[in-house]
């Protein structure tokens, strides 16, 4: 090799991106990962649940992907006891790698998005926290419904980095019925700075 291939290939090293990983939620259940870091998203009985998913994301700084693939059809329901735990790495959660999930395809119009999995917050106070100011890089949120939280369904703490799309917030998997949750609203997000949720409906939006 030559000289500059030896420093091509250095700066390449370099700049090649950090090894990142995916991990694929296939049941609804609420354990955590029995063993935080070491790249394997498994509770102690061997399943991945979206807690057991964001705590080994946690443990890992670089640009993971959460993904579902729960048996069965229609709408699976995850009822996280206390709140999921927060996100502190870069991180997207892809609720529409679901199979039978898409996301919104009509531009005007009538929503068509089918998101299938469903965050009910009933036990929790705020529903998804991001707070990856110390891990910077982009937590990306898609094609969930995420209902019934008592404070925020989403919380973005300050510093944090986030790209919300594709959502149903405050409403049920059709986003045609208003469930309640986050103080009142039908949608309740929090961001950076704001000293409280803004109250009011956001339209469903899909990508
Ligand atoms: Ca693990």
Do not use: K, Y
Request: hydrophobic content about 35%; some cysteine.
């Amino acid at each position: 090799m030559t000289r500059l291939g030896v420093i091509a290939a250095g700066v390449w090293l370099l700049a090649a991106p950090a090894w990142a990983a995916t991990f694929t939620v296939d049941s609804t259940g609420d354990d955590p990962d029995a063993s935080p870091g070491d790249g394997t998203c498994a509770t102690a009985g061997g399943a991945c649940t979206l807690r057991a998913a964001i705590d080994e994301a946690n443990a890992h700084p670089d640009a993971d992907t959460i993904a579902f693939d729960i048996a069965g059809s229609g709408v699976h329901t995850i009822v996280p006891a206390g709140g999921l735990p927060s996100i502190t790495a870069p991180l997207t959660i892809d609720g529409f790698t679901q199979p039978g999930s898409q996301p919104n395809t009509s531009a005007t119009g009538a929503i068509d998005a089918v998101p299938l999995i469903e965050i009910d917050g009933s036990s929790s106070i705020d529903c998804v926290v991001v707070s990856n100011a110390s891990n910077p890089g982009t937590v990306t949120i898609r094609g969930l419904v995420i209902n019934r939280c008592s404070s925020s369904h989403i919380d973005l703490e300050s510093g944090s980095d986030a790209v919300i799309e594709g959502n149903f917030i405050g409403t049920d998997a059709t986003g045609t019925m208003a469930l309640g949750g986050g103080r009142g609203s039908a949608c309740s997000c929090r961001a950076a700075g704001s000293p409280s949720p803004p109250a009011g409906r956001h339209p469903p939006r899909g990508t």
